[in-house]
């Protein structure tokens, strides 16, 4: 779904490569947390699946693309990643030698004093020089800050990854709550619309004295309540395609449409080992690589104790006439070298080494949490789809048994045999049954969403 993205991820750091002439830090070891062979719910062993597959709703491509390319946080991302691929040719152009090119002209005038003094003399001198520097990395310093920039970018790049992979879920999430919303709209219509009639039934019986006045003004109030339903799922639904098109990048209109009904999901599960987990994540990665950078610059940090050497050189003309810059017979060069060994500097190196140690603990730390909650997130998510799967079973079973139950107490309304508020009670039983089936298969969705994100899967057509 990004080649272009992956594309100049992929010359950014050739070039990186060339200019910088570093290579990446090794993998960082893992953090010291005891894996399980196998996550402690039981899951498929089969490779992880592409998400918009199982989810079966064919316009969640069209709306991901939307949101990849216009949503203006994920752009914010992508242009940290650019930020990072700048530093690390900043930070590897320090291991290439220097070169300017100057240009130099000055007229000076020195007074002269005494009897035949005629008010001074003009001096001219023009110089065309070729400089060049070079610092020599013999201890590998300025390789080591290029090693940990060239980290920092494949942290970034993860970063970028976890934020599409993120964002897209954000999108397939919002896309259901707002199916659901409107499910639940289309269901209170067509319970508003289901008291009207049985409104007009009532004030007819009353009529006839068939019905009470208790049973009318029951009615009268289910109809109210149903309407007053009717209007705050509208409400939600509003809410919902405002939500979802902000996460799109359009001016929130509320005029998407919505899809017409939450799908049933496939069973299986694919889940993997724990261990894989760690090569999966892209944030896990980015904080892998942000431990690995924080190492390889600890070292670099350590070896500004060591004594730096410098070669210079410069090539050029100098002439007291600006016509002779190019003539060979005023040509001057010149070639040194310099040894420096940091003696006193007010404690700034000694603080710098602290100072790197202790983002360096930072990072160890984060990589460690970060991993914590990737586990947790798999297993609260494992097991949360096989509760979901359980109560969705059961609370099918209890709406079809309320249908039933209020398609009865009517009949029996109908025939005297039972009175009104039986039927009530059973028609919002069944009401609430189906509302809560509707959010049920929602919150499956939802939380297999969280699942496929948090294994760290792909979407489908990501390359």
């Known amino acids: 779904m990004y080649p272009l993205s992956h594309i100049r991820s992929l010359i950014a750091l050739a070039t990186l490569a060339v200019v910088g002439c570093a290579t990446s830090p090794e993998r960082s070891p893992a953090p010291d947390i005891k894996l399980p062979n196998a996550w402690s719910t039981p899951a498929s062993s089969t490779e992880p699946a592409a998400w918009l597959d199982d989810l079966n709703s064919p316009e969640l491509p069209t709306l991901i693309e939307e949101a990849l390319t216009n949503n203006p946080n994920l752009s914010m991302t992508a242009a940290r990643f650019d930020q990072a691929i700048a530093e690390a040719r900043i930070a590897g152009a320090d291991q290439l030698p220097t070169a300017s090119l100057g240009l130099n002209g000055n007229r000076q005038k020195i007074n002269t004093f005494g009897p035949s003094s005629t008010g001074g003399v003009r001096f001219e001198n023009y110089d065309l020089a070729l400089n060049l520097s070079w610092e020599l990395d013999l201890w590998g310093q300025l390789r080591n800050r290029s090693s940990a920039a060239l980290a920092q970018v494949e942290a970034s790049e993860a970063e970028l990854k976890a934020a599409r992979l993120s964002l897209a879920a954000q999108v397939a999430k919002s896309w259901f709550n707002y199916t659901e919303a409107t499910e639940q709209h289309t269901l209170s219509k067509r319970t508003a619309k289901a008291d009207a009639n049985n409104l007009n039934t009532i004030e007819t019986r009353f009529q006839r004295g068939l019905a009470s006045g208790l049973d009318l003004r029951q009615i009268r109030t289910q109809k109210a309540l149903?309407?007053?339903?009717?209007?705050?799922?509208?409400?939600?639904v509003d809410q919902a395609a405002r939500s979802l098109e902000a996460l799109l990048g359009r001016y929130p209109h509320a005029d998407t449409k919505a899809g017409h009904s939450s799908p049933l999901l496939p069973k299986a599960i694919p889940a993997g080992l724990p261990a894989q987990l760690l090569n999966r994540r892209p944030d896990l990665i980015a904080a892998e690589r942000q431990l690995a950078a924080a190492d390889t610059e600890l070292l670099a940090t350590r070896k500004d104790l060591l004594p730096k050497i410098s070669l210079t050189s410069s090539a050029g003309s100098s002439s007291q006439a600006f016509r002779n810059l190019l003539d060979s017979d005023f040509s001057v060069w010149s070639l040194g070298a310099n040894l420096t060994q940091p003696f006193f500097q007010g404690g700034r190196i000694l603080?710098?080494?602290?100072?790197?140690?202790?983002?360096?603990?930072q990072a160890a730390a984060n990589y460690h949490a970060t991993a914590l909650q990737a586990f947790l997130e798999v297993e609260s998510t494992l097991a949360a789809e096989r509760y979901l799967q359980q109560e969705h079973t059961l609370?099918?079973?209890?709406?079809?048994?309320?249908?039933a139950t209020e398609a009865l107490a009517w009949s029996r309304y109908?025939?005297?045999?039972?009175?009104f508020l039986s039927f009530l009670s059973s028609q919002r039983s069944a009401n609430n049954a189906r509302s809560r089936l509707i959010s049920l298969r929602n919150l499956l969705i939802q939380n297999r969403i969280d699942l496929y994100l948090a294994l760290g899967g792909s979407f489908a057509n990501e390359s």
Request: glycine share 2%; no cysteine; charged share 45%.
């Open 414 to 419: 109908r025939e005297g045999t039972a009175d």
């Open 226 to 236: 149903s309407d007053a339903d009717v209007a705050i799922r509208k409400r939600a």
């Open 351 to 361: 603080a710098n080494i602290d100072r790197s140690q202790a983002l360096r603990e």
């Open 395 to 403: 609370l099918k079973l209890a709406a079809d048994e309320a249908k």
